[in-house]
């Protein structure tokens, strides 16, 4: 029996023979010609870019004036979007007005993004601000809050109660402007406004009674 006929005769397992040792040399070729794959010295999980501990952070508005201030524990800056990840921070937002005291709070954790423009506050959050002028301390509790905080503006879906000297407010879902103190209570708002106090008139003369002796003139006075 001759090559030719033996081949003629088995040709499909010959063929498949042969597909084979092709596949096995040009994969042999391609592990001899492909570059060395770069090992990777990375161990464990993904690293911040860095790690900060006992911080206080500054934020300004494109005045330059002051819009947020933070002092925190703890703060992990994320390689991937240059975030950063914040725990139990406690925060100030200055109203930049004479006379008026700044917003002071602290919540469970916080999230910046990169531009330092969007703040998320997580967790429970609570605000206060001092009383000043003829305007009475105010406070607010909350949870799970975006801000902006150049813009002085903030908002949740989330339950909030705040306490403003002998008046109340609550709802869920808020929106709060700390420049025009505005706040808008979005569902289920309750409040409790008690009558304000009536100043008495400065300067005021007691009534004279009914059939009281006037003084007598003094000199110079018409009787």
Known sequence: MNLRRYLRDRGVPVAIVLIGLATGAAQMLYWWLA?????????????????????????????????????????????????????????????????????????????????????????????????????????????????????NRMETAAPAHMVQGDSKLSGVGMRANLNTNHLELLDESHGTYPPRKLRSQAGAQPAVPAGAAHPAAGPGQAG
Do not use: C
């Not at 709070?105 to 916080?110: K, M």
């Not at 305007?135 to 150049?150: I, L, N, Q, R």
């Open 35 to 151: 570059p060395t794959p770069k090992e990777s010295d990375f161990v464990g999980p993904p690293r911040s870019g860095y790690v900060l501990t006992n911080f206080k952070l500054w934020a300004f508005d494109v005045d330059g004036l002051p819009s947020f201030r933070m002092v925190a524990p703890h703060l992990e800056r994320r390689e991937n979007d240059e975030s950063l990840y914040i725990n139990t921070p406690n925060f100030e937002m200055p109203s930049n007005q004479p006379g008026v005291p700044p917003w002071l709070g602290n919540s469970l954790y916080a999230w910046v993004d990169k531009s330092g423009t969007l703040l998320k506050l997580n967790g429970p959050v609570f605000m206060h601000r001092a009383a000043f002028a003829d305007t009475a301390a105010a406070e607010m509790h909350t949870s799970d809050v975006t801000a902006w905080p150049k813009e």
